[in-house]
């Protein structure tokens, strides 16, 4: 009896990077105000929900050819060869 396995390198589709908006810290203060009153409020930061982190896409290969088919851009095939 013969079975044909092919074993296959597991990539994750992600992983985590630290927010670049906040820091990682999940909050932003956003300045305003009228005139001369100035108003400085904390909120919650619009990129990564508050987590301080965002996932971030793999590419292999393969999504690297698809992407340089689609757009044609020969900067990013250079620079993933590096």
Avoid: R
């Avoid at 985590?16 to 300045?31: L, R």
């Amino acid at each position: 009896m013969s079975s044909n396995i092919k074993i296959m390198k597991v990539i994750p589709m992600n992983h985590a990077e630290k927010c670049v908006v906040c820091g990682g810290s999940g909050i932003i203060t956003v300045s305003g105000g009228l005139g001369t009153t100035a108003i400085n409020k904390q909120k919650t930061c619009h990129a990564c929900n508050g987590d301080g982190w965002i996932a971030v896409p793999n590419f292999t290969d393969e999504h690297l050819a698809i992407y340089l088919d689609t757009f044609g851009s020969m900067v990013i095939k250079d620079e993933y060869e590096k």
